[in-house]
């Protein structure tokens, strides 16, 4: 397997403008977590999924940010508009079961917004 | 509430010197623990666990955890660092009783000299 996906794996953009971030589970994997990574935060969870639905996502910072998962294989999270305190490394992980399994990080997005 | 905290921003070991990298919690059940590695741009990867059983955990590159009930405490360690151990190492915790998401502690940045 290879792993989970995430695209783009840097992206820079200019305030005001929409950032769409995606991430590929790994086949199989009944969950899907977003987090966001800062120096000043650390590791922050966004939201987490499960079969599809989302289940928890009161670690999403405001309405600006919104994700989605169509299918079992795909989820995206959107930002709009962006803004400069947004720029930080986005990780998507994956996990069989829910908090006793080990997630499997991503390479994770490093969004600059300038 | 449920809490991790990584007391020590910074480690530095010797190579060829045992390390431990501390970690304590606070949960009101019993605690599920878990320890990640990251590398320089790379996503989180997972070392080690403890759900239930021996205190004495055995993970990844040699690395081994301790669960001490009695102090809350889940310190990682090896008994000999190689300069590759160099990395920022994250524990996390969650409440077997609860429903809440894992907490994760800062970040240990450890650095392993030649």
């Not at chain 1, 969950?31 to 289940?55: K, S």
């Not at chain 2, 019993?30 to 080690?48: D, M």
Request: proline share 6%; net charge neutral; charged share 20%.
């Amino acid at each position: 397997d290879a792993g989970v996906i995430q695209s783009p794996r840097h992206e820079v953009t200019e305030m005001g403008q929409e950032v769409t971030l995606r991430c590929k589970p790994i086949s199989g994997h009944d969950y899907l977590f977003w987090y966001r990574q800062t120096m000043m935060r650390g590791l922050e969870l966004l939201i987490y999924f499960n079969n599809n639905v989302p289940i928890d996502d009161s670690g999403m910072p405001e309405d600006r940010f919104s994700a989605k998962m169509p299918n079992a294989s795909f989820s995206t999270l959107k930002i709009q508009p962006s803004e400069p305190r947004d720029s930080a490394v986005y990780f998507c992980a994956s996990s069989f079961q829910v908090w006793t399994d080990t997630q499997y990080f991503g390479p994770g997005t490093r969004l600059t917004v300038l | 509430a449920q809490s991790v905290a990584q007391p020590e921003d910074q480690v530095n070991v010797a190579e060829g010197n045992p390390l431990t990298v501390k970690c304590t919690y606070s949960v009101s059940g019993n605690p599920y623990l878990f320890w990640y590695v990251q590398y320089p741009n790379r996503g989180l990867q997972f070392l080690l666990k403890y759900i239930t059983g021996d205190n004495l955990v055995k993970g990844s590159y040699g690395f081994e955890a301790e669960f001490n009930k009695s102090q809350t405490s889940f310190h990682l360690k090896k008994p000999s660092a190689l300069v590759s151990d160099s990395a920022l190492y994250f524990c996390a915790v969650r409440d077997s009783g609860s429903n809440y998401q894992l907490i994760w502690g800062a970040g240990t940045k450890l650095i392993i000299k030649p």
